[in-house]
């Protein structure tokens, strides 16, 4: 009793009424039920809309059906241009039950006769509970197509990712070959290393939308949080200007993480940029690594000696949307991504400040327990050599050509097909004399996966290396079987071209240590 007390004890009401004597019987009916009431009464169509206009939200409004130069049916008229779903009721000393009928159809929920007040408390309940239920189902509504909304920008945003990882995958791959290609102190290299460097970043963009849109699961490895500061410092330094002097305390024996490097890499320059713009005039900013020991985390930390962050601001940072900066300067969504990324990896994201002493953020993540990860900054210089014969299927023309361009300087044979049907079919003319299959898995005319179930029946030991730029209807999942045989490898495009060398002979000769190509 005392919760259906509590959920009816507030009752903002608009009353449509002439007679201050009735409408203050009608008030006393209600609060002797238990509710607190709020009200206003309006005895004229323009006080009716001014009382609409205002900022108080109505729960119900109760209206005498004949007002003097002004009816309930006008009433009614005013409220339902307001509002479609306000409740309404008549409230009415001689009503004819044509003029009733009339009205319910106009839109009023119900009308009561004033010497039947007993009806009054009840039809309030109901329209009450009634107007509740229209809310859920209409936030309800509002949920589902938010939640259409979403899919189909995830739908758009893998699409985009898709294609764009193919050009990104040619594009990698040709300035790899370049860079180990011409002589290390040449220009060309360098224009070739910069071209692969800003590559790998746009990729690592491409993975956040896929991340973003798809709920794509973290790509993660053991790593040293020293070697990525190193790996970004570049990019960190053109990106903080002149003004910001950067300090390095880096711990010299740091544990692992077990992380997504572009994900924390996204993470660490957001964190570097937003100490940026707190120090317009410049300023030092600190990057410190070290070791918690006691609960066996890892302890990154950027510090800035900018003007703080107020208590009043400081609370807020981490919420979505909350920026204090200028509209168009930023979307309030950096700390909040930041935060999402730490806590799915289990870590911790904190942050404190003091006026006039800077602000600090502090990223706490367990440790990996792992041998140490060494980040590949530069172009390697040596990879696994192979003779087999390749079957390389993938509709992206510049894919093709610069996969196959790379496989055959390692001293592989390949023979191209441009979607899965041609795959089948070339491998049906001499199933024996291929040795791996590298296949897209979204394709035309036939999938990777399709494709490769086509031929495996043919060739049950046959192994493959399946690449895609993204995976929507075809997941990763779909592939479990195949991936825990050990007969097939998966590669995220675009991928380095180490990756899809190692990845070979990992499938082609997996207790062999293959020999190394040093490339001149």
Request: a negative charge.
């Amino acid at each position: 009793m005392a919760t259906q007390q509590a959920l009816k004890s507030h009752l903002k009401l608009l009353l449509v009424e002439d007679n201050e004597q009735d409408a203050q019987l009608m008030l006393r009916t209600i609060s002797r039920a238990g509710y607190q009431v709020t009200h206003e009464r309006a005895a004229t169509a323009d006080e009716l809309r001014r009382a609409l206009g205002s900022p108080t939200p109505w729960d119900m409004v109760i209206c005498d059906f004949t007002l003097p130069g002004f009816s309930g049916a006008a009433a009614l008229e005013i409220v339902r241009k307001h509002s479609a779903e306000l409740p309404f009721i008549f409230l009415s000393g001689t009503i004819g039950e044509e003029t009733a009928v009339q009205a319910i159809r106009a839109g009023a929920q119900d009308y009561i006769l004033k010497d039947r007040s007993a009806r009054l408390i009840p039809a309030i309940e109901r329209e009450l509970q009634e107007s509740q239920r229209r809310r859920e189902h209409q936030e309800s509504e509002k949920r589902i197509q938010q939640l259409e909304r979403f899919e189909g920008l995830g739908k758009l945003a893998g699409g985009i990712a898709h294609d764009f990882n193919n050009v990104l995958a040619a594009i990698l791959g040709w300035a790899e070959m370049g860079e180990e290609m011409s002589p290390q102190d040449s220009t060309a290299h360098a224009y070739f290393q910069h071209i692969r460097e800003n590559s790998t970043r746009a990729a690592a963009l491409t993975q956040q939308l896929l991340a973003y849109a798809r709920q794509q699961p973290l790509k993660k490895m053991d790593l040293n949080l020293n070697q990525l500061v190193h790996d970004v410092l570049p990019l960190l330094q053109k990106g903080l200007g002149p003004r910001v002097e950067l300090l390095l305390e880096l711990h010299p024996s740091l544990p692992n993480v077990h992380a997504d490097g572009s994900q924390l890499e996204q993470v660490l320059m957001n964190l570097c940029f937003n100490a940026r713009d707190a120090m317009p005039e410049g300023g030092r900013l600190w990057i410190t690594t070290r070791r918690h020991a006691s609960t066996a985390e890892v302890v990154l930390e950027v510090q800035d000696s900018g003007p703080g962050i107020p208590p009043e601001i400081l609370r807020h940072v981490f919420e979505p949307f909350f920026t204090t900066k200028e509209v168009g300067k930023g979307t309030g969504l950096g700390l909040s991504t930041a935060m999402g990324i730490i806590k799915q990896h289990g870590g911790t994201l904190e942050a404190e400040s003091n006026l006039g002493q800077g602000a600090l953020f502090r990223v706490r993540l367990p440790e990996s327990g792992s041998a140490a990860y060494q980040s590949d900054s530069g172009t390697p210089r040596g990879l696994p050599l192979g003779t087999e014969c390749v079957l390389l299927a993938d509709d992206d023309t510049a894919v093709r050509r610069m996969t196959e361009t790379a496989l055959q300087r390692l001293g592989y044979k390949v023979i191209q097909a441009q979607n899965g049907v041609e795959a089948v079919e070339l491998f049906r003319r001499a199933p024996e004399s291929i040795d791996v299959v590298v296949t897209d898995v979204v394709m035309p005319t036939q999938t990777g996966p399709d494709a490769y179930l086509e031929m495996v029946a043919l060739r049950p030991d046959l192994p493959v290396v399946f690449t895609s730029g993204y995976a929507e209807d075809l997941s990763w999942d779909r592939l479990q079987p195949w991936l825990a045989s050990g007969r097939a490898l998966r590669l995220q495009k675009p991928y380095r071209g180490t990756e899809l060398a190692h990845a070979l002979r990992k499938l082609l000769d997996p207790t062999l240590k293959p020999k190394l190509i040093i490339p001149d």
